[in-house]
């Protein structure tokens, strides 16, 4: 717990009951690469500037990963390709992504947010939401609250960020939308209908230019028009995921801020991706899954857990969030086993992928032991010897030269077959 | 303009408060005076811990990186360039 908060002690957190109003704040910083780039390299400010995910700066390829609000003026903005980039800005400056940068900062930002409440989800590389229901009145109100942390982070971070605060996770990442960069916009639930009935239906997280169209063609083209669909017919239409949409309309989100904790004991090994605009390209899903088996089970050999229950957590147009869990049939902590069992689970998922795209895939392995309580030998450590003898090896040259030492055949270049917009997302820090 | 570089350097830095301060490196065979460091950040190379800076010399912008296993700096990448890099 940081020292602000704990400062705050001596008055005891109010109790929240199930039933409460929450209150929930989305944070997310403005044109985040770009600003940091900015900030560190002032040549470059108050001019356009694109940060790139690319292997050749002076090439066509790739793609754009921020741009700065100077560029953005001429069209320009993240997932434009750098072919196009280059035809509407031939003289902006080109910059690679600096990842390594990024995550250090978003550490800071994480750090602040801490300080608001213990209930932190950190959402993307800059995003996160904030149960602040049992916390705000350390702070005032949520506003006050609200006001405190942007400051916080415009002083430390030299950045900004816009701020949305609701009775819930989508209220609040619509609202954080609604005024950019620097704004900040408090939505009581009374309010919301005011405010969410005119704006177009793609202004709800996850409702990509599909989804938009086939809106369009039963005439739902704002909010408060989707609001007034039956939601039969919506049900009827879109199936589950229809009858999610029809209560995002009406502001309803129950999905929990789900807090990363520090410091308690370790439940589970995970690692997620976002991929922005959402792929449902299943065999390119289950590379990502592979890389992310690799991910999970390196920590997991490093912190000495073995685990035999694997979850697959794919979220569906950033709307419906599918998760699917199945047993390994004893403990493991190598990729192979954890990938072909992650594997199986999402393509099970064919049928909801061909309806909506993965925005988000991630893969967990639970129901831990620890490698030194008597599960030194496994039967896959046993089956497996070879694949324990290679994890071994990639393990000893990344701890030596680090994480990307080694990677995949399969692996390689698997960015550029993504055609969106891919954004790293973090999971432990 | 940035111009990538990635290549081993002398840096001459001080302790300031408990941070490590570069102030002037070698490279090209010419000696460079930081004016300014601009922004720093923290990651980790397996298992060495590696600082970035981002410092000013001159009109041009210098990224280098410090990586504390191996105690040796490297210039990464120089930012508008206009000394004909
Ligand atoms: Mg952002």
């Not at chain 1, 109100?141 to 916080?152: C, G, H, Y």
């Not at chain 1, 209560?247 to 309803?252: L, R, V």
Request: proline share 4%.
């Amino acid at each position: 717990m940081s020292p602000a908060f704990r400062g705050h002690l001596c008055a005891p957190p109010r109790p929240v009951s199930r039933t409460a109003v929450r209150t929930v704040i989305h944070v997310d910083m403005d044109a985040y690469f770009a600003s940091v780039e900015q900030r560190d390299l002032p040549i470059y400010r108050k001019k356009p500037l694109l940060v790139c995910h690319t292997d050749d700066l002076s090439s066509y390829r790739g793609i754009v990963a921020a741009a700065s609000y100077e560029a953005r003026e001429f069209g320009v903005k993240s997932g434009t390709s750098v072919l196009e980039a280059k035809l509407k800005l031939p003289h902006a400056a080109y910059i690679a992504g600096n990842y390594e940068k990024y995550l250090h900062n978003t550490r800071l930002l994480m750090q602040i947010c801490e300080k608001y409440t213990d209930c932190l989800e950190v959402y993307s590389i800059d995003e996160a939401f904030l149960d602040i229901t049992a916390t705000a009145h350390f702070f005032g109100s949520p506003r006050d609250t609200a006001v405190r942390l942007q400051a916080e982070v415009a002083k430390k971070l030299r950045l900004t960020c816009s701020v949305g605060v609701g009775p819930n996770k989508l209220v609040a990442k619509m609202a954080s939308e609604l005024k950019k960069p620097f704004g900040l916009t408090v939505i009581e639930p009374e309010d919301l209908p005011g405010i969410f009935a005119p704006l177009p239906v793609d202004s709800i997280p996850g409702v990509g230019r599909r989804m938009r169209r086939h809106l369009d063609a039963i005439g739902i083209r704002t909010i408060g028009q989707l609001a007034e669909a039956p939601s039969g017919l919506m049900r009827e239409k879109f199936g589950v995921i229809g009858e999610i949409l029809h209560k995002a309309a009406f502001g309803i989100d129950d999905s929990p801020v789900v807090p990363s904790y520090k410091g308690m004991e370790v439940k589970s090994f995970g690692q997620s991706l976002s991929l922005g605009k959402g792929s449902a390209d299943v065999e390119y899903l289950c590379d990502v899954l592979l890389g992310l088996c690799d991910g999970a089970t390196r920590r997991m050999r490093k912190a000495g857990y073995l685990g035999r229950t694997v979850a697959v957590y794919i979220c569906l147009g950033r709307l419906f969030d599918l998760s699917r869990r199945t047993g390994l049939g004893c403990y493991t902590d190598l990729p192979g086993r954890v990938h072909d069992v992650a594997k199986d689970l999402l393509l099970r998922e064919r049928a909801s992928l061909d309806v909506y795209p993965a925005t988000k895939v991630g893969v967990s392995v639970t129901n831990l032991a620890k490698r030194e309580d008597g599960q030194q030998t496994t039967v896959f450590d046993v089956l497996d010897e070879k694949e324990a003898a290679v994890a071994a090896v990639v393990d000893r040259l990344k701890n030596r030269y680090g994480e990307k030492a080694v990677t995949r055949c399969s692996l390689i270049g698997i960015r550029n077959r993504y055609k969106g917009a891919p954004r790293a997302e973090i999971g432990i820090f | 303009m940035a111009v990538d570089v990635h290549e081993p350097i002398e840096v001459s830095a001080v302790f300031v408060r408990g941070r490590l301060k570069p102030v002037s490196f070698m490279w090209s065979r010419r000696h460079h005076k930081i004016s300014e460091i601009t922004g720093v950040y923290k990651y980790s190379a397996g298992t060495s811990a590696c600082y970035g800076y981002t410092v000013r010399s001159g009109d041009d912008l210098y990224e280098i990186s410090l990586n504390t296993g191996e105690m040796a700096w490297r210039l990464e990448r120089i930012h508008g360039c206009e000394s004909g890099v």
